[in-house]
């Protein structure tokens, strides 16, 4: 059963550095697309980008390019979300996901069908 | 980029009572693009509708999804304690995905 499992809460000041994590405990993880998700304290969910850890090809929402990083290391299945200079902004539950595919009639549906449990980050002076 | 509006914002219903919500897009999305998720409080989201109408791994057949083109319904039938939480639609296409903003199910 895959499982993704997120690092820690993070509390961090703005303009500090900050790096979290996203491992998948299964054996496919180059084969899957990873989405990163935000969810703002009692807000909705919004779609940051993607990664596919097999070619390490990213995609991200034009909210959110230039302002974070996605990358991933196949090597030991795991996918990063890194923020240069943080702005109390950013405070957030993050939430890592499998875009998974299925194929239907003459076409292919993508859904994010396992998450992780989330990682809250707190930017504050 | 695809916007999606959903409708109610807020849905009182009791236990056993029909859920019908709605998820309109900004622009023709298609059929296989669409999928529902479910977030209880303090939760991850889960996956409960893709494909529009196909239902994911292990959902109760009380849940079924319908639609096309700019217009999607999720539908609940016979509301479980459990259901009582939000719903979010998503698209997803050429790369890039887009959420609805949400609708809350509350018990009346």
């Known amino acids: 059963e895959v499982q993704l499992v997120q690092s820690g809460a993070e509390v961090k000041k703005p303009g500090e550095s900050l790096k979290i994590s996203c491992k998948d405990s299964?054996?496919?993880?180059?084969?899957?697309?990873i989405a990163w998700v935000r969810q703002m304290p009692g807000k909705g969910l919004e779609w940051m980008g993607i990664?596919?850890?097999?070619?390490?090809?990213?995609r991200y929402s034009p909210s959110f390019q230039g302002q974070v990083t996605i990358s991933a290391d196949k090597s030991i299945s795991t996918a990063y979300l890194q923020w240069g200079s943080l702005k109390a902004s950013d405070t957030a539950l993050y939430y890592c996901a499998r875009l998974r595919s299925w194929y239907l009639v003459y076409s292919y549906s993508y859904a994010m069908d396992v998450w992780g449990q989330g990682t809250t980050v707190t930017v504050s002076s | 980029e695809i916007v999606l509006t959903q409708s109610p914002g807020t849905l009182s219903l009791s236990p056993g009572e029909r859920a019908t919500l709605s998820c309109r897009a900004s622009q023709s999305v298609s059929y296989s693009s669409l999928a529902w998720y479910q977030q209880r409080p303090g939760q991850a989201p889960r996956l409960l509708i893709y494909g529009s109408s196909s239902r994911a791994t292990g959902i109760p057949d009380r849940f079924s999804g319908s639609g096309s083109g700019t217009d999607f319904t999720l539908t609940i039938n016979r509301l479980e304690p459990e259901d009582f939480a939000v719903y979010y639609c998503?698209?997803?296409?050429?790369?890039?995905?887009?959420f609805g903003q949400g609708t809350k199910v509350e018990i009346k």
């Open positions: 990664i596919y850890p097999g070619d390490s090809d990213t």
């Open positions: 299964g054996d496919s993880f180059s084969t899957y697309w």
């Open positions: 998503q698209q997803y296409g050429s790369s890039l995905g887009t």
